[in-house]
T-cell receptor
Framework: AQKITQTQPGMFVQEKEAVTLDCTYD???????LFWYKQPSSGEMIFLIY??????QNATEGRYSLNFQKARKSANLVISASQLGDSAMYFC???????????????FGTGTRLLVSP | KAGVTQTPRYLIKTRGQQVTLSCSPI?????VSWYQQTPGQGLQFLFE???????NKGNFPGRFSGRQFSNSRSEMNVSTLELGDSALYLC????????????FGPGTRLLVL
């Protein structure tokens, strides 16, 4: 069963507008972490933001915020004030388990390609 | 602090050959994970090394192997290359294993002809 689902293959937004990239996940482990990465055409995966399953507040990092709805198992990325440099692929990922026995394996979604226009 | 580095960045091989890719983690990071990215299969976990020991392995054939050295640098090896091994191979490092963010390198693009 697919554990991370990104239903938007592509999104288009104008510069300075906000955009939401969707991510839903599936796990039975009470302890997990959710990540968003950005992948420009160069290929490098750039870490954007992290949300732990026990975190009470939604994570924020500059223009990035994560809309974490635990009951709905969703972890949407919100980018405020889009910039041209935000054009890239965006991946949602999950890691299950905790402690030193927790897996470091990340499971990725299929990604959303974001295009920001002037 | 320097990021994760991977060498080489680009590689062209022919079927049947073998290849070794190298990854140097961020200074002080002890966990190194490898991922394969292809258009068809997306991003898939290959394996993770911590303290020179393989801790976790993805669903890949035995042709894919790796190791980690005492300085935390890691190498992965693919033997008897197949056309389907053409991919972007990404290495990621983290300080420890538990509850840690993984930081990725620029990747090695492997083309198998």
């Amino acid at each position: 069963a697919q554990k991370i689902t990104q239903t938007q293959p592509g999104m288009f937004v104008q510069e300075k507008e906000a955009v939401t990239l969707d991510c839903t996940y599936d796990t039975s482990d009470p302890s997990y972490g959710l990540f968003w990465y950005k992948q420009p055409s160069s290929g490098e995966m750039i870490f954007l933001i992290y949300q732990g399953s026990y975190d009470q507040q939604n994570a924020t990092e500059g223009r990035y915020s994560l809309n974490f709805q635990k009951a709905r198992k969703s972890a949407n990325l919100v980018i405020s004030a889009s910039q041209l440099g935000d054009s890239a692929m965006y991946f949602c990922a999950m890691r299950e388990g905790r402690g030193n026995t927790g897996f470091q394996k990340l499971v990725f979604g299929t990604g959303t390609r974001l295009l920001v226009s002037p | 602090k320097a990021g994760v580095t991977q060498t080489p960045r680009y590689l062209i091989k022919t079927r049947g050959q073998q290849v070794t890719l190298s990854c140097s983690p961020i200074s002080g990071h002890r966990s190194v994970s490898w991922y394969q990215q292809t258009p068809g299969q997306g991003l898939q976990f290959l394996f993770e090394y911590f303290s020179e020991t393989q801790r976790n392995k993805g669903n890949f054939p035995g042709r894919f192997s790796g190791r980690q050295f005492s300085n935390s640098r890691s190498e992965m090896n693919v033997s008897t290359l197949e056309l389907g091994d053409s991919a972007l191979y990404l290495c990621a490092s983290s300080f420890r294993r538990a509850q840690e963010t993984q930081y990725f390198g620029p990747g090695t693009r492997l083309l198998v002809l």
